[in-house]
T-cell receptor
Framework: NAGVMQNPRHLVRRRGQEARLRCSPMKGHSHVYWYRQLPEEGLKFMVYLQKENIIDESGMPKERFSAEFPKEGPSILRIQQVVRGDSAAYFC??????????FGSGTRLTVV | RKEVEQDPGPFNVPEGATVAFNCTYSNSASQSFFWYRQDCRKEPKLLMSVYSSGNEDGRFTAQLNRASQYISLLIRDSKLSDSATYLC????????????FGTGTQLKVEL
């Protein structure tokens, strides 16, 4: 039973480009969470999704950021027109319900 | 005031020492409490949940004081492999399964 799979592990984008981060939850998990960890800071909640629904996006920046979790396929965190301040580690976690988090290994985004 | 506050450290201790970390949280209605461990540039991993009655897992003991809104983690007989950042984590009321992380306390165990 594979864990939470995130790809790519490392992503380099130039300012103004788009970044797409993928997260495949553990088998049987229908809840996905995205967190961002800026350098030297703690993890900050971004968004909580269930299949085809955004449940809580209170931590998402209002512009340029979007997330989806389609019926088929991985959850996608999309960042449009990236800026240097978007450079961070983005962690996805999944759970089967209201407890029992498992984190993926993260995607490290570097904006140059 | 931050929702979860921790001393960032680093705590440099010799192998075999006992070390304690503290954490405070601001929302008295917080529901669930955890300690996570994060190794350099890796994902956080659950170390243990924290209960009001206190709980122990081998060399690790966690305590929760709801009245003082204070959480602690005690590590006995520390090993080199315990070197990591320890994250205090709280599940806020009405937050579903959304977790709020402290910035972490760095521990370095030395020979």
């Amino acid at each position: 039973n594979a864990g939470v799979m995130q790809n790519p592990r490392h992503l380099v984008r130039r300012r103004g480009q788009e970044a797409r981060l993928r997260c495949s939850p553990m088998k049987g998990h229908s809840h996905v969470y995205w967190y961002r960890q800026l350098p030297e800071e703690g993890l900050k909640f971004m968004v909580y999704l269930q299949k085809e629904n955004i449940i809580d996006e209170s931590g998402m920046p209002k512009e340029r950021f979007s997330a989806e979790f389609p019926k088929e396929g991985p959850s996608i965190l999309r960042i449009q027109q990236v800026v240097r301040g978007d450079s961070a580690a983005y962690f996805c976690a999944s759970s089967p319900g209201d407890h029992g988090y498992t984190f993926g290994s993260g995607t490290r985004l570097t904006v140059v | 005031r931050k929702e979860v506050e921790q001393d960032p450290g680093p705590f440099n201790v010799p192998e075999g020492a006992t070390v304690a970390f503290n954490c405070t949280y601001s929302n008295s209605a917080s529901q669930s409490f955890f300690w996570y461990r994060q190794d350099c540039r890796k994902e956080p991993k659950l170390l243990m949940s924290v209960y009001s009655s206190g709980n122990e897992d081998g060399r690790f003991t966690a305590q929760l004081n709801r009245a003082s809104q204070y959480i602690s983690l005690l590590i006995r007989d520390s090993k080199l492999s315990d070197s990591a950042t320890y994250l205090c984590v709280v599940n806020l009321p009405g937050g579903g399964n959304k977790l709020t992380f402290g910035t972490g306390t760095q521990l370095k165990v030395e020979l």
